[in-house]
Nanobody
Framework: QVQLVESGGGLAQPGGSVRLSCAASGTIFSTNEMGWYRQAPGKERELVASITGAGTRRFADSLEDHRFAISRDNGKKMVYLQINTLKYEDTAVYYC?????????WGQGTQVTVSS
């Protein structure tokens, strides 16, 4: 049974930074793809970034990827999302996901609220 648990969300100020973490448990293979989606109020869930087991990164075309950084630690079964220079529109629930052997697993989400 694969489980994903996000942490690191909360209230942050515009221009600040947050680092989200996702801990995976269960049968995890380092060759899988992991990443982050987000869902803002009233909007559809959208891809933020992904990273393969080999470290290949992909960012959503709609986002300024220089504000986002994704990394993973295969030994710790963790994936991270760093968001810098926060904007109000970054307010959303951020979901960790993992694609492994044809299945997609989701975490429960962590809320990031950007407010002054």
């Amino acid at each position: 049974q694969v489980q994903l648990v996000e942490s690191g969300g909360g209230l942050a100020q515009p221009g600040g930074s947050v680092r989200l973490s996702c801990a995976a448990s269960g049968t995890i293979f380092s060759t899988n793809e992991m990443g982050w989606y987000r869902q803002a109020p009233g909007k559809e869930r959208e891809l933020v970034a992904s990273i393969t087991g080999a470290g290949t990164r992909r960012f959503a075309d709609s986002l300024e990827d220089h504000r986002f950084a994704i990394s993973r630690d295969n030994g710790k079964k963790m994936v991270y999302l760093q968001i810098n220079t926060l904007k109000y529109e970054d307010t959303a629930v951020y979901y960790c996901y993992m694609k492994q052997f044809g299945r997609t697993y989701w975490g429960q989400g962590t809320q990031v609220t950007v407010s002054s």
